[in-house]
T-cell receptor, first 118, second 111 residues
Framework: DAGVIQSPRHEVTEMGQEVTLRCKPI?????LFWYRQTMMRGLELLIY????????DSGMPEDRFSAKMPNASFSTLKIQPSEPRDSAVYFC????????????????FGPGTRLTVT | GNSVTQMEGPVTLSEEAFLTINCTYT??????LFWYVQYPGEGLQLLLK?????DKGSNKGFEATYRKETTSFHLEKGSVQVSDSAVYFC??????????FGAGTQVVVTP
C-alpha cells in the first residue's frame, strides 16, 4: 500500500491567499484525522471524520479553516484567508475501526504538508 | 478531559545506553495507549501500543507496559543506537480513535 498521501509537501503563500491541503487515506480505512504541528503548540487535532462524516471539529482554530471529505478516498483542509500564524506542518492520518473498537486501532500518518505564510 | 504528560527533552545519550521516557496519563474509562516516533522531516509512525491494563507493547527493542494503578506507560530500550535519535510521543486514544498526544520528547544518541 502507498500509505497516506498528502499534497503538496511544501506550500509557500502570501497572507490573505487561500490554501488547500489534500489527503488521500489508506484504502479501506474509515477514519481520517487532520493535525497541525508547531513548535509552540505541539501536535493539535483539528478535525476528524468517521465514514466521511465530521465527528469532532472542536480543534479547528476559527472560521477561516474548513475541512471536507466528499468520499472515502479524499479529504481537503482549506484555509481562507491564510495568516502568518497558520504556518505549521499539517498532517493527515487514517485508521480503520468500528465504533466499538476504533480506539485500539493505530493511526497511519502521512508525510505532512509544510505551510509557510508570509 | 484526557491528557498525557511526558518528560521534557532533549534527552542526550551515548550509544548503547539505557533509555527511559516517562509518560503518565489522565483519562476516563479504559483508553488504549501508544508510543509514536517522528524522525526528522517525516510523519509520525506507530512504535508500539497496549490496549488494556498490564499489556506490554514491544517493537524494535522498545518496550512499554500499561500500568493502570500508576496511570503510566513508560518507554524503555536497553541499548540505544544513533538511529534511534528522534522525537517520541506518548498518546492515548478514546473510543472514537481520537488521539491525545503528549508534548513529545526529543532523544539524541551520540556515537
Amino acid at each position: 500500500d502507498a500509505g497516506v498521501i498528502q499534497s503538496p509537501r511544501h506550500e509557500v503563500t502570501e497572507m490573505g491567499q487561500e490554501v488547500t491541503l489534500r489527503c488521500k487515506p489508506i484504502s479501506g480505512h474509515n477514519s481520517l484525522f487532520w493535525y497541525r504541528q508547531t513548535m509552540m503548540r505541539g501536535l493539535e487535532l483539528l478535525i476528524y471524520f468517521n465514514n466521511n462524516v465530521p465527528i469532532d471539529d472542536s480543534g479547528m482554530p476559527e472560521d477561516r479553516f474548513s475541512a471536507k471529505m466528499p468520499n472515502a478516498s479524499f479529504s481537503t483542509l482549506k484555509i481562507q484567508p491564510s495568516e502568518p500564524r497558520d504556518s505549521a506542518v499539517y498532517f493527515c492520518a487514517s485508521s480503520l475501526g468500528d465504533r466499538l473498537a476504533v480506539g485500539s486501532y493505530e493511526q497511519y500518518f502521512g508525510p505532512g504538508t509544510r505551510l509557510t505564510v508570509t | 478531559g484526557n491528557s498525557v504528560t511526558q518528560m521534557e527533552g532533549p534527552v542526550t545519550l551515548s550509544e548503547e545506553a539505557f533509555l527511559t521516557i516517562n509518560c503518565t496519563y489522565t483519562a476516563t474509562g479504559y483508553p488504549s495507549l501508544f508510543w509514536y516516533v517522528q524522525y526528522p522531516g517525516e510523519g509520525l509512525q506507530l512504535l508500539l501500543k497496549a490496549t488494556k491494563a498490564d499489556d506490554k507493547g514491544s517493537n524494535k527493542g522498545f518496550e512499554a507496559t500499561y500500568r493502570k494503578e500508576t496511570t503510566s506507560f513508560h518507554l524503555e530500550k536497553g541499548s540505544v543506537q544513533v538511529s534511534d535519535s528522534a522525537v517520541y510521543f506518548c498518546a492515548l486514544s478514546d473510543s472514537w480513535g481520537k488521539l491525545q498526544f503528549g508534548a513529545g520528547t526529543q532523544v539524541v544518541v551520540t556515537p
